[in-house]
């Protein structure tokens, strides 16, 4: 991004030169900084800040900051460096967090938003029609399915999640027209989660899948929700997949309660909350 705003300068007008200069002085200054303070610091108005932004190709001050922000903190240190056996444990420490940062940010570039929009609308769509939901997921993303159900519970949507192979396929087989699943897969590759979206899919269930791009799960269903992260095991690398596969759950479960809306929602969450609180050791 930075390469491309430099190779860009040329071809733009002087003032909004200066704030591309400004920009590449410090873009970490520039990602945090508000819109007036950057028109005071590069000599220019404020309309200039967002045409330089325009200019390079982004909606606006606010998308172009978002974007920036994104690249400044993918180039920290330790990004995608493994931790080595003489590491302290403060390096450790800065490899593992740096790198679940990292992942998110580029899911947050990289990530299909119309994608999202069709899993969001065929889950608001079981859910009005009355019909089932279910997660699958095997080992870490067994976790996930689990931690799906407990979101989705909460919004008041009965859904079922299975980690087990042979329920998944007994499970798929009796869904129909109007149900969905959500397969979740780092890989793509598990037999049983390929045979289980199979047979769902066959049935007439729509089929949403969190696995990696290329995979064979990733073709295999009607919305494919892309999570890249590739883990290495020939040295310890943290599982930062799990943590990606549980912000797209917490990405889905977030549309489909804005999308129900807070009329029914918002008491129901109270009730929950004052239930559990009653549950509670003085």
Known sequence: MLERIKASLPSLAPAEQRVGKLCLADPRIFAKLPVSELADRAH????????????????GLSDFKLKLAGTVNEGVPFIHRSVDADD??????VKVIDNTVAAFLKYRNDASSMAIEKAVNALVESYTAGRQIQFFGVGNSGVVALDAQHKFFRLGINTNAYSDGHMQVMSASILGAGDCV???????????????????RKNGATTIVITASGSPLASAGHIHLSADHPEGFDKYSPMVSRLL??????????CVAL????GKLQPLLSEMKHNLRNKRYA
């Open 44 to 59: 220019v108005s404020k309309p200039t800040v967002v045409r330089f932004c325009r200019s390079v190709g982004y909606d």
């Open 88 to 93: 302290k444990t403060s390096d450790v420490m």
């Open 182 to 200: 959500v397969v979740i897969s780092n890989s793509g590759r598990t037999r049983d989660l390929m045979d289980a979206c199979d047979i769902a």
């Open 245 to 254: 596969h549980l912000m797209i759950i917490d990405i889905l479960a977030t």
């Open 259 to 262: 999308r129900i809306g807070g």
